[in-house]
T-cell receptor, first 112, second 114 residues
Framework: DQQVKQNSPSLSVQEGRISILNCDYT??????FLWYKKYPAEGPTFLIS?????DKNEDGRFTVFLNKSAKHLSLHIVPSQPGDSAVYFC???????????FGTGTRLKVLA | SQTIHQWPATLVQPVGSPLSLECTVE??????LYWYRQAAGRGLQLLFY??????ISSEVPQNLSASRPQDRQFILSSKKLLLSDSGFYLC?????????????FGSGTRLTVV
């Protein structure tokens, strides 16, 4: 039972354009959501987060949007750069559970 | 500052052999510790987590076990490896319930069971 889903295994975007990565979840108890970026043979690194009391959080080129009614979040990267090419994981957590549930990841390729 | 160390970086082990992966955290006390596995097409699967010495929670039934003999040490073990244990193993820590800051991950161990 996959509680966090990333239905697009891969995405290719031209440099300078917007990248949109999507994530869906099923557990209405989730109230913290994170995005991680992962390069091959390395551990994931934290990118951006959002809590359920907000619907948008922005950090430089990265913006995360949360639609609680649809149980959907998305990560926007604009403008996309070749260095953004990596696997992106979304993760969700419910308060008090001590753990994050991760999606299966989306491989982003930014073409120069 | 806090750092997390995980070793070895790569490991090739025969089927039926034992396994021990070690993870240590520096610069913090009483961290929450986690073992995840990334297998092909499966994303990051939580295997074990620990909120204190000797406290281990298992998320999925499997051929692996975890132990926390010291506050900042987390060990992943197996008595007899299976081919299906191959994957990329990640240790992580957090200083609370995660919240908006999630975990900090180690650099990972690539395990190939042959």
């Amino acid at each position: 039972d996959q509680q966090v889903k990333q239905n697009s295994p891969s995405l290719s975007v031209q440099e300078g354009r917007i990248s949109i990565l999507n994530c869906d979840y099923t557990n209405s108890m989730f109230d913290y959501f994170l995005w991680y970026k992962k390069y091959p043979a390395e551990g994931p690194t934290f990118l951006i987060s959002i809590s359920s009391i907000k619907d948008k959080n922005e950090d430089g080129r990265f913006t995360v949007f949360l639609n609680k009614s649809a149980k959907h979040l998305s990560l926007h990267i604009v403008p996309s750069q070749p260095g953004d090419s990596a696997v992106y994981f979304c993760a969700a957590s419910a308060s008090g559970t001590y753990k994050y549930i991760f999606g299966t990841g989306t491989r982003l390729k930014v073409l120069a | 500052s806090q750092t997390i160390h995980q070793w070895p970086a790569t490991l090739v082990q025969p089927v039926g052999s034992p396994l021990s992966l070690e993870c240590t955290v520096e610069g913090t006390s009483n961290p929450n510790l986690y073992w995840y596995r990334q297998a092909a097409g499966r994303g990051l699967q939580l295997l074990f987590y620990s909120v204190g010495i000797g406290q281990i929670s298992s998320e999925v039934p499997q051929n692996l076990s975890a132990s926390r003999p010291q506050d900042r040490q987390f060990i992943l073990s197996s008595k007899k490896l299976l081919l299906s244990d191959s994957g990329f193993y990640l240790c992580a820590w957090s200083d609370g319930q995660g919240g908006l800051y999630g975990y900090t991950f180690g650099s990972g161990t690539r395990l190939t069971v042959v």
